[in-house]
């Protein structure tokens, strides 16, 4: 039985299991700062965002991906994109890379579940090069948005080229991409409201570069000097408007207490934001480039008031978790074995944290960033392949390097030293050691190809599809 048929099959059988579920609307914002959001204390009024978090439970040791394409990947998947290929840097223009069909998306194990509506308004950024990583190729029914990292946000171009589509058809609409986003994420809620539980995935591209937005939005942030962190603060304020349209929307169909909606960034905020007291940001597996501001409110059935879950939480354990809360429990697709978990009984209050292991990975310039948590200890390590020897690893031909960094290695008790300042790799050397096993271990998981460094260059001669249509 075909893919598509299976889908189609499941469809049908999972009616009944979704009956009672809630809808499900999945919130992500782009590069933005631990500390712009107004729950966190900073100077951007968010107050839907403020209001997702103070209805329900704040995530505060929720991890992401350092940059945003691993992050979609493993939050479609529950498995760390390093096992297909997708871990080591941002899907570029270029790429002919993306989910491969072997994985079972959000949108495909919804399906099993009897979720009929699975809609996508916004970015995807994992995989527009053929038909087969179309998000209607890969679970959801119906999509509006872009395929590429960031588009111009009112012209929606990208390398010369309309990246703005409806389903499998290039789409004129006129506006800024934050007000289409937040538009159609209503007509989907309006249009599917009676019609049993829901989906949706709403990947906004705020407030990733190019610097845009409508002049209305920046009046409030006149008194900012640094005239590219006004526009980001109006940006953040413009997205956070327009997760407020969605909030309403649900509100309007009474549908607020039977949806859960879970909001999160894809990884921490760049230049122009604010990641403070976490140390650095996107592109760094520091924490404050994959510690994100993350909530999540289901009033029917989570105790919320804004309390705060401390434990490890991560963007693999979207996927184990949304499974059970859609019935499926632990009935496993063919994407197994997840390395994320169902952490529902930590966000109700149920469970205690415990210990929990995670890594992050990321390459760029010819030298690599990877991070193991364990407990209570992290241990970075930044420099050359940590298995140089491999062939894969060398930079395609033009590949823009810098001179090889020296290996950096740090340990850190984030218990004790929770901004990453104390390090302790010279007086912990066992520890240090067996955590830089783990890394070897989980780096070696790698595919060899994949997808190339984010600083390789476009092909000679290349050029943008048309309209950028993929092809069958």
């Not at 991906?65 to 080591?88: D, E, H, K, N």
């Not at 207490?257 to 230049?271: E, R």
Request: hydrophobic share 40%; with cysteine.
């Amino acid at each position: 039985m075909s893919k598509t048929a299976c889908i189609a099959f499941l469809v049908l059988a999972g009616t009944q299991v979704a009956a009672g579920r809630p809808n499900i609307v999945l919130i992500l914002a782009d590069d933005l700062g631990w500390n712009d959001v107004g729950y966190h204390g900073g100077e951007i009024p968010t107050p839907n965002i403020d209001r997702i978090a103070s209805e329900g439970v704040k995530l505060e040791r929720f991890y992401a991906c350092p940059v945003c394409s691993p992050t979609r990947a493993g939050l479609m998947t529950g498995r760390y994109p390093i096992r297909f290929g997708m871990q080591r840097a941002v899907c570029r223009p270029f790429l002919k890379v993306g989910v491969p069909a072997k994985e079972e998306t959000l949108g495909e194990m919804l399906t099993r579940a009897g979720y009929r509506h699975r809609g996508i308004a916004g970015k995807w950024h994992i995989g527009h090069a053929f038909r087969r990583f179309h998000p209607l190729n890969q679970g959801f029914t119906s999509f509006v948005g872009h395929f590429n990292g960031n588009i111009d946000y009112f012209t929606h171009r990208r390398e010369g080229q309309l990246d703005w589509h409806r389903g499998f058809t290039s789409n004129r609409d006129e506006g800024y991409s934050t007000d289409l986003i937040a538009e159609e994420s209503v007509r989907f809620i309006d249009r599917h409201a009676g019609d049993g539980p829901f989906f949706l995935y709403v990947p906004f591209n705020a407030p990733h570069t190019p610097l845009q937005v409508p002049e209305k939005w920046l009046e409030p942030f006149s008194a900012v000097e640094n005239e590219r962190r006004r526009i980001y603060m109006a940006m953040v304020a413009s997205m956070d408007h327009a997760i407020g349209r969605i909030l309403e929307a649900l509100r309007r169909n009474n549908l607020k207490d039977d949806t859960l909606v879970w909001f999160a960034s894809d990884n921490g905020g760049q230049a122009l934001a604010d990641n403070s007291p976490l140390r650095a940001g996107k592109g760094t597996v520091y924490e404050g480039g994959i510690r994100v501001a993350a909530a999540l409110r289901w009033p029917a059935r989570l105790p919320g008031n804004g309390r705060s879950v401390t434990g490890l939480v991560s963007y693999l354990d979207v996927y184990p978790t949304l499974r059970r809360i859609a019935g499926l429990g632990t009935a496993g697709g063919p994407g197994e074995p997840l390395d994320g978990e169902d952490m529902f009984d930590l966000i109700l209050g149920r469970k205690e944290p415990r210990k929990r292991r995670f890594f992050s990975y990321f390459e760029a310039y010819g030298n690599e960033q990877l991070a193991v948590i364990d407990g209570d200890w992290k241990l970075v390590r930044r420099g050359p392949p940590i298995l140089g020897d491999n062939p894969a690893d060398a930079p395609p031909a033009g590949h823009r390097t810098r001179p090889a960094a020296d290996e950096t290695i740090e340990l850190f008790n984030l218990a004790d030293s929770p901004l990453e300042q104390s390090d302790l790799s010279a007086t912990e050397s066992d520890r240090r050691n067996a955590m830089l096993d783990m890394l070897r271990t989980f780096r070696a998981i790698r595919e060899d190809g994949g997808v190339p460094p984010m600083t390789a260059p476009l092909p000679p001669g290349w050029k943008a599809p048309t309209a950028w249509q993929m092809v069958e």
